[in-house]
C-alpha cells in the first residue's frame, strides 16, 4: 500500500509539468479514474514530440505499476483474512475489527505472550491503558503516549470504525459526551475497552477444543507438543 502511494504521488507530480493540454485533459480527475485514464494513453507515432512520448510512457508505466501494486495488496489481504479467521474466528467476526487490525494485535500479543498477565497488561503494552494526571480534587486522565504504537493505531481505527457503524458504542459516545467528556477522552475509554474485548476473544479461541491442529502449543525448541 506505501509503494502504492508513492507510485500515484509521483504519477501526479509528473502530470505538474506535463504537456498542457495532457493535464487538462487528467488533471480534474479522480485518483482511480486518472489510472485508469493513463493506463490507455499511447505514445503517439514518431512526428509526435519526444518529450511527449516519453511523459507518457511513463504515465502509463506508473499507471500498470499502481494496478499490479493493487492486485497484490487484494491478495495478501485476502490471505491475511483467511489466516486469522481459521485461528481466531471470534476476533474476524467482532464489529470493527479488519483482518489487518487483528493481525497486528495478535501480532503484538504473540510477541509478548509470557508477559501478558491479564487484559490489563495488554492494554498497557497497546499504550491504552490510561495514565493519571490528577491535580488536588481533580481526577483526570490522559492518554498513554507509550506502547506498541502499531497496535495502539489498530484499536484506534477499531474504534473510529465502531463510532461510525455500531449503535451500541455510538449511544456510549453520546453519553459520556453528556458528562461532559471530550471526544479524546471518550475515544481513550472506547480503546480500552475495546483492548478488553480483543484479549477476551483471542483467550476464548485459544481454549477453545475444536481450533485446527496448527494452532497447537509449540514447545520452545519450535516443536509441536501432543495434545492431551
Request: include cysteine.
Amino acid at each position: 500500500m506505501k509503494a502504492q502511494r508513492q507510485a500515484a504521488n509521483q504519477l501526479k507530480a509528473i502530470l505538474v509539468t506535463a504537456d498542457p493540454t495532457l493535464r487538462e485533459d487528467l488533471a480534474t480527475l479522480s485518483r482511480r479514474a486518472l489510472v485508469r485514464a493513463c493506463l490507455e494513453l499511447s505514445e503517439g507515432d514518431e512526428n509526435t514530440d519526444p518529450v511527449v512520448r516519453a511523459t507518457r510512457f511513463t504515465l502509463r508505466t506508473l499507471a500498470e505499476r499502481i494496478e499490479q501494486l493493487r492486485a497484490q495488496a487484494r491478495a495478501l489481504e485476502g490471505r491475511l483474512s483467511d489466516l486469522v479467521r481459521c485461528h481466531h474466528p471470534r476476533l474476524i467476526d467482532a464489529v470493527g475489527i479488519g483482518p489487518h487490525s487483528a493481525a497486528v494485535l495478535l501480532t503484538a500479543m504473540g510477541d509478548n505472550s509470557d508477559r501478558l498477565r491479564g487484559e490489563a497488561s495488554f492494554a498497557a503494552l497497546c499504550g491504552a491503558s490510561p495514565v493519571e494526571y490528577s491535580s488536588g480534587n481533580r481526577q483526570h486522565r490522559r492518554l498513554n503516549r507509550g506502547g506498541n504504537r502499531q497496535a495502539n493505531a489498530a484499536l484506534h481505527r477499531i474504534v473510529l470504525s465502531r463510532l461510525r457503524w455500531d449503535a451500541r458504542t455510538q449511544a456510549y459516545y453520546e453519553r459520556r459526551v453528556m458528562e461532559g467528556k471530550t471526544r479524546r477522552e471518550v475515544i481513550r475509554c472506547l480503546k480500552r475497552y475495546v483492548a478488553r474485548e480483543v484479549y477476551r476473544l483471542v483467550q476464548q479461541d485459544r481454549r477453545d477444543p475444536k481450533r485446527t491442529p496448527a494452532l497447537q502449543p509449540r514447545s520452545r525448541l519450535g516443536v509441536s507438543r501432543p495434545s492431551a
